[in-house]
Structure formats: C-alpha cells, structure tokens
C-alpha cells in the first residue's frame, strides 16, 4: 500500500513539476553551454550569483511584486517588461510567455536574460539582487568545485 501511494505520489509530482532546483555547479555547467560566459563581460560566477540570490536556483520561482507584477524562473524576470503573464500589461521585451521561464529548459531564460543585459543602460544591475551580493564581490565559491 505504501508503495502504491509513493508512485502515485512520484507520477504526479513527475507530470506536473516540469521545473526543478539546480546545484550551483550543474547551474553553471548549463549556462556555460548556453553561452552565458563572458556574456556582455559578465563572468559565469556572476550569473550563477544572481540566480542563487534571485531564485535559490529554483526554475519554478515566482514572486509576486506591489506593483501586480511578478517576477519568474531562475533568474526571476519581471512580467511588466520582459515576459506576458496571462492578461497582465506588458512591453514583452523578451517576447515569450512567463510560463516559459518556469520550467528545466533555460534556453527561453537565458535568451531573455540577455535580452535584459543588452537593453538595460545598467546590465546586470537590472537585477537588484545582483547589485547588493554579486557586484563587484569575490564570486569564485559560486563556482569552486565545478568541473567546468
């Protein structure tokens, strides 16, 4: 009986958690390959930062701000500019879906992410939690112990 619960338990969580929560190195090891090393001069301990500050690494992120918006995924990308949430006003800049940035695939999260980088006038200053942990701190933890 238990074990008949457990899979259903499993197969549920399975169809519906299309998300999940990276370590830092498997995090860095997918942003790599993605390109995002040395993008726009930012080095991979910084992206990986942000995203442990931002989202806790966690792909199925999302909170919730004053303002109705609402920030997604790993990198926590706000709706108002950069992605369309349902009915909500947006520019769309990234010209996705949120929901896109919700699940295990970051290639929708790492375009977008560079689309903030390259049409912010402050580039990963765009990110308030990047500005006051990562900017200009010494990342090499974020990093240490990764086969990259």
Same mark, same amino acid.
């Given at each position: 009986?238990? @074990? ?12 519906t ?7 830092p190195?498997?995090?860095? +090891? &997918?942003l &790599? &390959?993605?390109?995002? =090393? ?10 990986? !930062?942000?995203? @442990?500050?931002?989202?806790?690494? #966690?792909?199925?992120?999302? =909170?919730y ?5 609402? /920030?997604? $995924?790993?990198?926590?990308i #706000? ?7 349902? /009915? ?5 800049? !990234? ?8 699940? #295990? #695939?970051?290639?929708?999260?790492v375009?977008?992410?560079?689309t903030?980088?390259d ?5 990963? $200053?765009?990110?308030?939690?990047w500005?006051?942990? !990562?900017?200009? +701190? =010494?990342?090499s933890?974020?990093?240490?112990? !990764?086969?990259?």
């Open positions: 009986m238990k @074990a008949q619960w457990l899979l259903l338990v499993l197969a549920s969580v399975l169809a958690g299309q998300g999940m929560i990276y370590t190195c498997e995090l860095a +090891q &997918q &790599q &390959q993605l390109g995002l =090393d040395g993008y726009a001069g930012y080095s991979l301990a910084n992206w990986v !930062c942000m995203a @442990a500050h931002e989202s806790s690494y #966690n792909t199925q992120a999302i =909170d701000d004053s303002n109705g918006s609402a /920030d997604f $995924g790993i990198f926590q #706000n709706s108002a500019y950069w992605c369309q949430n349902g /009915d909500e006003s947006s520019a769309n800049l !990234c010209g996705i879906s949120c929901s896109e940035l919700l699940t #295990n #695939n970051l290639a929708p999260d375009a977008c992410a560079k903030v980088v049409n912010s006038w402050n580039g990963m $200053g765009a990110w308030v939690a500005r006051l942990y !990562c900017q200009g +701190q =010494d990342l933890g974020y990093l240490a112990g !990764c086969d990259l």
